[in-house]
């Protein structure tokens, strides 16, 4: 009836359930929701005809970074993945052009700006890489 990439989602048609009432969250990844709602464990999202509910193991209201490592560990790696990278490489290039002669404003600006690419490079690939991991990973239990 629905594509359903995420195992143990289960929808809800609009003619059963016409009015969540609960306060709507910008916790979670909207996946083209028009609306999101949270409730405890369960993440609601709200499409034009149906809903997708889900229990989470950890409620990210009690427990964001537990919520983080347990169920959403995609946005974890890609945080820390592009801090860790973008501060790496930010301070290799400013550290070389200061070596190289150049003065420290000119040399903080690429290296600003160097980091900042190589993060979201770094960040943006590990969250791909772990989200379909994790979904390929989830297919084969």
């Known amino acids: 009836m629905y594509n359903n990439l995420d195992e143990g989602t289960i929808f809800v048609p609009k003619s059963v359930r016409p ?8 916790l979670g990844s909207k ?8 409730y ?12 997708a509910v889900h229990l989470d193991k950890v409620n990210p209201k009690i427990d964001p970074l537990g919520h983080l490592l347990i169920d959403a560990p ?4 890609g945080v820390l993945s592009a801090l860790i990278v973008g501060e790496r ?5 400013y550290n070389h052009r200061i070596t190289k002669g150049k003065n420290h ?3 903080l600006q690429e290296g600003m700006i ?8 770094s960040g943006t690939t590990n969250y791909l890489a772990t989200d379909i991991f994790g979904k390929n990973n989830r297919k084969r239990i």
């Open 105 to 107: 404003i000119a040399s």
């Open 74 to 77: 995609q946005y974890l790696i």
């Open 31 to 38: 996946k083209g929701a028009t609306k999101q709602f949270r």
């Open 40 to 51: 405890g464990n369960l993440h609601i999202r709200e499409y034009d005809d149906h809903y």
């Open 19 to 26: 009015i969540i009432d609960y306060k709507e969250t910008c």
């Open 114 to 121: 160097s980091g900042l690419v190589a993060g979201l490079i």
């Open 89 to 93: 490489v930010g301070s290799s290039v």
